[in-house]
T-cell receptor, first 114, second 115 residues
């Protein structure tokens, strides 16, 4: 069964450093998403991406964040200058194909900012 | 804005007990509703969905009915197993009305099933 994959599973970085989180969505999906879950809190939407551009973003997704689809398979989230409060689990999701409204999630990347 | 409210956890049950996890929502239109499950150490898995009023979503013995009159989408299972221990998230999207695909999640309910 096709699945969304994410790398790395755990990333530790120092405050102020740039990080790139990587995702490979399901191959026939056209919509891609990033969500985050701070420990003990709700899963929060960050951004959605379609046709090589951002289609929707939340207030959390400020100028420190960017997304890119650098090739035909990867979808990345970049945080330019990490802050302590960026520590969270980041989930990538994709949707499309025969069930366009169903989002399928990857296993997540745990980001720890020290 | 849209919101989802779930019952507080943890919910602790014995094996074969009946499960209900309550979920109510607030949305401007007629959202699509989802239940996701997160097993320990894993990501979110879509468990079931319903896209219009009175629809019943079902999967793996779990069911939930889209009740527009009570704005609810309660998750039920007749006989839980230890392997059902996980965190369950109720979520909605307004994609049908607004084109907005972002999922709005509830806070999650942890289920612990004891043998």
């Amino acid at each position: 069964e096709p699945e969304v994959t994410q790398t790395p599973s755990h990333q530790v970085t120092q405050m102020g450093q740039e990080v790139i989180l990587r995702c490979v969505p399901i191959s026939n999906h056209l919509y891609f998403y990033w969500y985050r879950q701070i420990l003990g809190q709700k899963v929060e939407f960050l951004v959605s991406f379609y046709n090589n551009e951002i289609s929707e973003k939340s207030e959390i997704f400020d100028d420190q964040f960017s997304v890119e689809r650098p090739d035909g398979s990867n979808f990345t989230l970049k945080i330019r200058s990490t802050k302590l409060e960026d520590s969270a689990m980041y989930f990538c999701a994709s949707s499309g194909g025969t069930a366009p409204y169903e989002q399928y999630f990857g296993p997540g990347t745990r980001l720890t900012v020290t | 804005g849209d919101s989802v409210t779930q019952m507080e956890g943890p919910v602790t049950l014995s094996e074969e007990a009946f499960l209900t996890i309550n979920c109510t929502y607030t949305a401007t239109g007629y959202p699509s509703l989802f239940w996701y499950v997160q097993y320990p150490g894993e990501g979110l898995q879509l468990l079931l969905k319903a896209t219009k009023a009175d629809d019943k979503g079902s999967n793996k013995g779990f069911e939930a009915t889209y009740r527009k009159e009570t704005t609810s989408f309660h998750l039920e299972k007749g006989s839980v197993q230890v392997s059902d221990s996980a965190v369950y998230f109720c979520a909605l999207s307004d994609v049908g009305d607004t084109g907005r695909r972002a999922l709005t999640f509830g806070s999650g309910t942890r289920l612990q099933v004891q043998p």
